[in-house]
């Protein structure tokens, strides 16, 4: 199994929900990452989990609150959204030891009414 | 602050011909540079890399060129055919200690690809 698969793959919310984006691989990658992509804009790094820890978190807002229950998956809660956070939300892993090479999935194309 | 730069939105090739696609960046501390190709309703495919000491890394019909004193790296697809058509991305990775480490990417803004049969 040599990929990244996400759920759903479209989304619309509204601006008091609460929904969740699932993100799960078993290529045994220890590093996973959710990015923001916007039209016409390049991916932005949101948040990255290392060994099911968050080691890095880009100064998004709380409304975003990532999740890593286990090695294989990650999930992206959501609630209180804005219609500015409608996007392409892609989640991307990585084999262990410092391997720079991402592998991505499909992405859930978002949108906040 | 852009560190990754693709400034051609666009590209049109006639197939069998060869497809360069550039990208600048800001950044010297990039560990390696790596080109992604997207098509629509998917995400971003890995297509190639080179570590920042090196200046050519050859993979099938695909090359890329690092030239370290510009700032500058390119892709040569040779030849190209109309299955190449879709957006690519240049990426920067940087190595961030930040827990058990992880190589950030930054993006490029990206380039669309047409291949003309």
């Known amino acids: 199994d040599t990929e990244v698969t996400q759920t759903p793959k479209h989304l619309v919310m509204g601006m008091t929900n609460k929904k969740s984006l699932k993100c799960e691989q078993h290529m045994g990658h220890r590093a996973m990452y959710w990015y923001k992509q916007k039209a016409k804009k390049p991916p932005e790094l949101m948040f990255v989990?290392?060994?099911?820890?968050?080691?890095i978190n880009e100064s998004v807002p709380s409304r975003f609150s990532p999740e890593c229950p286990n090695s294989s998956l990650l999930n992206l809660h959501l609630h209180a959204l804005q219609p500015e956070d409608s996007a392409l939300y892609l989640c991307a892993s990585s084999p262990p030891q410092g391997t720079y090479e991402q592998y991505f999935g499909p992405g859930t194309r978002l949108t906040v009414t | 602050d852009q560190q990754v730069k693709q400034n051609s939105p666009s590209l049109s090739v006639q197939e069998g011909r060869i497809s360069i696609l550039n990208c600048d960046y800001t950044?010297?501390?990039?560990?390696?540079f790596l080109w992604y190709k997207k098509y629509p309703a998917e995400g971003p495919t890995f297509l190639i890399s080179i570590s920042s000491i090196k200046d050519k890394n050859e993979d099938g019909r695909f090359t890329v060129f690092l030239n370290k004193s510009a700032k500058h790296l390119s892709l040569h697809i040779v030849p190209s055919q109309p299955g190449d058509s879709a957006v690519y991305f240049c990426?920067?990775?940087?190595?961030?200690?930040?827990?058990?480490?992880?190589?950030?990417?930054?993006f490029g803004k990206g380039t669309k690809l047409s291949v003309i049969p």
């Open positions: 989990y290392s060994y099911e820890k968050l080691s």
């Open positions: 990426a920067g990775a940087l190595w961030r200690r930040s827990g058990a480490g992880s190589y950030q990417l930054t």
């Open positions: 950044n010297s501390m990039f560990d390696y």
